[in-house]
């Protein structure tokens, strides 16, 4: 706040960013099923250990920005995205 009232910045200038990974499947710890079942099926994607990013960005005036998704991929992929999403790849991630 000190350097916002020095330098008399305006509250569009001042911004808070995070990102996230995120996994393509979540297997969840619960099951149900009958009592005293030998074996449960558990259906995934089998990309359990595919991640992508996730960039969120909000300025100060309350302006939120397009989010952002890393793919870790060479070509971007095909397909109906947001338009407010902004999609990147890179091959390491």
């Avoid at 808070?16 to 149900?32: A, E, G, Q, R």
């Amino acid at each position: 706040m000190y350097r916002r009232i020095q330098h008399d910045y305006s509250l569009a200038f001042i911004s808070n960013m995070d990102k996230t990974s995120m996994t393509f499947n979540l297997p969840s710890n619960i099951t149900v099923d009958e009592i005293e079942a030998k074996t449960i099926s558990i259906y995934t994607t089998r990309y359990e250990k595919t991640n992508f990013t996730v960039v969120l960005t909000y300025m100060a005036d309350e302006t939120k920005l397009s989010s952002i998704v890393i793919f870790k991929l060479k070509k971007i992929l095909k397909g109906n995205f947001p338009l407010e999403v902004i999609i990147h790849t890179n091959p390491t991630g």
